[in-house]
């Protein structure tokens, strides 16, 4: 179980996260001077760069490398030689260490024996800490992906910030529609990930005494979490993300109509009167910009400077 986890994880899924960053990483820098609106509680927010965004799904993906990574060193530490209880009855001394290097050499990636032969055949926490990262890694896939179809919803009544590319009609009866099949279809693997985890968790707990026998579970589940992660992780990667286009002209539209852009008026005219601006230009249907304007509060030279959502996505006072 650890030598295929091992094996599966290093040839497969981290291959695949890594195409999945290097898309994201690409991305951001053509996305770089694409300003938009950001949203917290599901609420206009300040503004920021389609680029910020889609480098903080890089950073995501990185964390969860990072986390596969470390937890891939415990799993490098086999039981072999502990035989029936962990004694290494009927064994050869150095049969456990011999094993391991014979192991190392055939399957081309270093283990080890275990350190403890009592721990490693009743306790499986190396594969239950690994399955614990690929739920972490599934979590943030999860949200990535919701985002972008979020991001991609439309294309006339939704956000549509980001243009997705069209992989297969969306509808038999809505001549046109395109659905985010890719995103839909990686949040579900994400699902059954977290599912195998919980299984994993329980199977986990069930060593008795000295030998676990609930490892076939285990073994199919980490497997399949794997192997169905690797291959989503990629199609979405290549197929999705990659073909990714943004609307400037509706990210710069719904800039202007946002209200949070009197967050930098608050410094400088104060918190309240900011507040009666944004609720002037809500009743009104204005934007803040023409607010401001109107009734002089500030001059069109001021105004367009301190409006100006490239001043707004950096540190400043």
């Known amino acids: 179980m650890h030598i295929s986890t091992y094996k599966l994880t290093k040839n497969k899924l981290i291959p695949s996260l890594k195409i999945l960053k290097k898309e994201f990483d690409i991305k951001e820098k053509k996305f770089k001077d694409i300003y938009k609106i950001g949203r917290t509680h599901l609420q206009d927010a300040t503004p920021m760069t389609l680029g910020q965004e889609f480098g903080g799904f890089s950073q995501m993906i990185d964390n969860s490398l990072?986390?596969?990574?470390?937890?891939?060193?415990?799993?490098?530490?086999?039981?072999?030689?502990?035989?029936?209880?962990?004694?290494?009855?009927?064994?050869?001394?150095?049969?456990?260490?011999?094993?391991?290097?014979?192991?190392?050499?055939?399957?081309?990636?270093?283990?080890?024996?275990?350190?403890?032969?009592?721990?490693?055949?009743?306790?499986?926490?190396?594969?239950?800490?690994?399955?614990?990262?690929?739920?972490?890694?599934?979590?943030?896939?999860?949200?990535?992906?919701?985002?972008?179809?979020?991001?991609?919803?439309?294309?006339?009544?939704?956000?549509?910030?980001?243009?997705?590319?069209?992989?297969?009609?969306?509808?038999?009866?809505?001549?046109?529609?395109?659905?985010?099949?890719?995103?839909?279809?990686l949040t579900q693997v994400c699902a059954q990930v977290i599912g195998n985890d919980l299984t994993i968790t329980i199977a986990g707990q069930s060593g008795n005494f000295q030998l676990n026998v609930m490892m076939p579970v285990m073994a199919h589940n980490i497997m399949e979490s794997i192997e169905i992660l690797?291959?989503?992780?990629?199609?979405?990667?290549?197929?999705?993300?990659?073909?990714?286009?943004?609307?400037?002209?509706?990210c710069e539209n719904y800039i202007d109509d946002s209200l949070?852009?009197?967050t930098s008026l608050a410094p400088i005219i104060g918190y309240n009167n900011a507040a009666e601006i944004a609720k002037k230009a809500y009743a009104t249907g204005k934007t803040v910009r023409q607010i401001v304007n109107e009734n002089k509060i500030l001059s069109k030279e001021k105004s367009d400077k301190i409006l100006n959502p490239k001043t707004m996505v950096k540190p400043s006072l």
């Open 66 to 185: 990072e986390y596969i990574n470390l937890s891939l060193s415990s799993i490098k530490f086999l039981s072999q030689g502990g035989t029936a209880v962990g004694t290494g009855i009927n064994s050869h001394p150095k049969f456990a260490k011999k094993i391991s290097q014979q192991i190392s050499n055939k399957v081309g990636y270093k283990f080890y024996e275990a350190k403890n032969h009592f721990e490693s055949q009743s306790s499986k926490d190396a594969i239950v800490n690994l399955s614990g990262s690929l739920k972490t890694c599934s979590t943030s896939l999860m949200k990535i992906a919701n985002d972008i179809r979020w991001l991609g919803s439309g294309p006339r009544c939704g956000f549509g910030e980001i243009i997705l590319p069209s992989i297969q009609p969306g509808s038999s009866i809505m001549p046109g529609k395109v659905n985010p099949v890719l995103a839909e279809a």
């Open 260 to 262: 949070a852009m009197c």
């Open 230 to 250: 690797s291959t989503s992780t990629k199609a979405f990667a290549v197929d999705c993300i990659k073909g990714i286009k943004a609307d400037k002209q509706k």
